[in-house]
T-cell receptor, first 113, second 113 residues
Framework: EAAVTQSPRSKVAVTGGKVTLSCHQT?????MYWYRQDTGHGLRLIHY???????EKGDIPDGYKASRPSQENFSLILELASLSQTAVYFC????????????FGKGTRLTVV | QQQVRQSPQSLTVWEGETTILNCSYE??????FPWYRQFPGKSPALLIA?????NKKEDGRFTIFFNKREKKLSLHITDSQPGDSATYFC????????????FGAGTRLKVIA
């Protein structure tokens, strides 16, 4: 079964601190994504990657960096966390092709205080 | 600016009724439209999908109707059940070489017994 594992599942961070969210997939998928979920905004794409060592900006990349060191791993980095980045973050993966299913991790609830 | 718009934002129906969820888009390059369902506290998961070559897609009680000319889709849930209570996301992707998915803000559905 397709599996996307996120860590940590929840985190409290201080404003101005650095936060790293990690994601690991065992699906052998080329594509990986980081989405942010806020009430009323649905799922917004932050960064995505279709090959190791390369990342692409999504629709809301400001304040976030991403790293794809291997096909299986994809990290989201908040260098200077801000209150506005409090949200639930989902990592996802998919195979190549537009009509393939996107598989989501369980999400990370990030609270910036 | 939302590339994929959904309405209504929330909806309450009685058990047994037909639920209609609406979705519209603007980008003419979009040609694949999956619907994802998210139960409270869970990750989104693929429910049903349709591509540009079809006008209708059925899967049990769930049917997508697609008006390509108006760039509108609707998800119909017949005989709605309390277990259908969830948030439904319409998404879109384009065959432009990289398969970026764009999600709408979602419709929160509550089915009352």
């Amino acid at each position: 079964e397709a599996a996307v594992t996120q860590s940590p599942r929840s985190k409290v961070a201080v404003t101005g601190g650095k936060v790293t969210l990690s994601c690991h997939q065992t699906n052998n998928h080329d594509y990986m994504y980081w989405y942010r979920q806020d009430t009323g905004h649905g799922l917004r794409l932050i960064h995505y990657s279709y090959v190791a060592d390369s990342t692409e900006k999504g629709d809301i990349p400001d304040g976030y960096k991403a790293s794809r060191p291997s096909q299986e791993n994809f990290s989201l980095i908040l260098e200077l966390a801000s209150l506005s980045q409090t949200a639930v973050y989902f990592c996802a993966s998919s195979d190549v092709g537009e009509d393939t299913e996107v598989f989501f991790g369980k999400g990370t609830r990030l609270t910036v205080v | 600016q939302q590339q994929v718009r959904q309405s209504p934002q929330s909806l309450t129906v009685w058990e047994g009724e037909t639920t209609i969820l609406n979705c519209s888009y603007e980008d003419s390059t979009f040609d694949y439209f999956p619907w994802y369902r998210q139960f409270p506290g869970k990750s989104p998961a693929l429910l049903i999908a349709i591509s540009l070559v079809s006008n209708k897609k059925e899967d049990g009680r769930f049917t997508i109707f697609f008006n390509k000319r108006e760039k509108k889709l609707s998800l119909h849930i017949t005989d709605s059940q309390p277990g259908d209570s969830a948030t439904y996301f319409c998404a879109a992707s384009a065959d432009t070489g990289n398969y970026k998915y764009v999600f709408g803000a979602g419709t929160r559905l509550k089915v009352i017994a």
